[in-house]
């Protein structure tokens, strides 16, 4: 074999060689070890071959040029296209994939007790009330004293009450919102006053720690038991029904005197038309004890009023049919779903 044709032959040789190793590359940086390897210009295998054309006769290079030129030219044009099918395949990878089925968009809906806090907020506030709010980090003063409760009452004790390091203590009930209400306006007052409270509670189908209550403040000359009675009873129409009643059982709370415990009664649908269902109790209340009005400065000679504490989320309970508090604060949407669109 001459010298210019076993070059052309160990020219093909390689470009065989390189094919299969672009065939093996299974990424970019194997694919450009593979061209550097065969096409680099000072150490490329290719550029190695044609360091002997120097010996050949002038009229036999063309010749190997050539070969050497087509051999090149056929090994780039097949790394180019290994790299644009490894393109084409990580473009894919990351693409949408427009087969997919939509997703439709989540539609939020109120939390039960937010929904009640709003139904309630709205009655009240047709009647003529305002919104109050008060920290939940209180002093001793504010929660109990001048409520009339003095500190030895169960009610502060420590085994009810979260006490702070330092002094104060969480809000055990929405109350002392009267009292800073009071101390900043003078009557005519009409408040309802939402927000959470804290106690030492353990967690069960009843109790949580922290709850939500809103408070109730109406002060003015002239305010009787009867205003206190049809206010109540006005709310319990406007939320539960028109044919809803309610009922007043006597009660004790320090900071209203008499005191009551309210309950309603409902009209609902029986299998045989409507029925009434039994008592249920809602909420707290009663007419501000004078001691109270004294704290605060306000002449009870003058002036007087009442009050009333509930918890939105026993009314929830009660309003939905819902018999364990606890699925209020799970924030499991299964539950917390069929409530979105219910009234
Ligand atoms: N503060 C009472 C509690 O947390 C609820 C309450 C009862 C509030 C009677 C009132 C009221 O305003 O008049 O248990």
Redesign the pocket.
């Known amino acids: 074999m001459s010298d210019v044709d076993s070059l052309i032959v160990e020219l093909r040789a390689l470009l065989d060689e390189a094919l299969e190793a672009v065939e093996a590359a299974a990424d970019e940086a194997a694919l450009e070890a593979v061209r550097v390897g065969f096409l680099g210009r000072k150490d490329g295998r290719i550029s190695g071959v044609l360091r002997g054309l120097g010996a050949l006769d002038p009229e036999d290079r063309p010749r190997v040029g050539q070969e050497a030129n087509r051999v090149k030219e056929a090994l780039q044009a097949r790394i180019d296209e290994a790299e644009a099918a490894m393109d084409a395949a990580r473009e894919a990878e990351s693409a949408p994939d427009l087969t997919l089925p939509g997703r439709s968009p989540r539609i939020g809906g109120a939390h039960p007790v937010s929904r009640a806090m709003d139904e309630i907020w709205s009655i009240f506030r047709a009647l003529g009330f305002t919104r109050a709010r008060g920290p939940e980090a209180e002093t001793e003063w504010y929660n109990f004293e001048a ?1 009339n409760t003095p500190l030895d009452h169960p ?1 502060a004790d420590e085994q009810d009450t979260l006490y702070l390091e330092g002094g104060g203590l969480l809000r ?4 002392p919102v ?1 009292i800073r209400t009071m101390l900043a306006h003078d009557p005519p007052i009409r408040i309802l006053a939402p927000g959470w ?1 804290h106690r030492r509670d353990t967690y069960d189908a009843t109790h949580t720690p922290s709850f939500l ?1 809103i ?3 109406v002060i003015d000359e002239g305010v009787t038991f009867v205003d206190f009675k049809a206010t109540l009873a006005e709310f319990a129409r406007r939320y539960w029904g028109a044919g809803t009643r309610i009922r007043l059982r006597p ?1 004790f ?1 320090p ?2 005197e008499p ?2 415990e309210v309950d309603v009664k409902r009209v609902v649908e029986g299998p045989d038309g409507p029925v009434e269902s039994d008592w249920l109790e809602i ?4 007419m ?1 004890d004078p001691a109270v009005l004294e704290a605060v400065n306000i002449d009870p000679d003058r002036y007087s009023g ?5 918890g939105p989320a026993r009314i929830a309970m009660l309003k939905y049919g819902v018999d364990d508090l606890r699925t209020f604060f799970e924030s499991d949407l299964r539950f917390l779903r069929q409530f979105a669109g219910v009234r």
């Open positions: 409520l009610a055990s009930h929405t109350s009267q409270v209550q408070e109730g403040l009660s709370f900071f209203t005191s009551a909420m707290g209340a009663g501000v009442f009050a009333f504490g509930m």
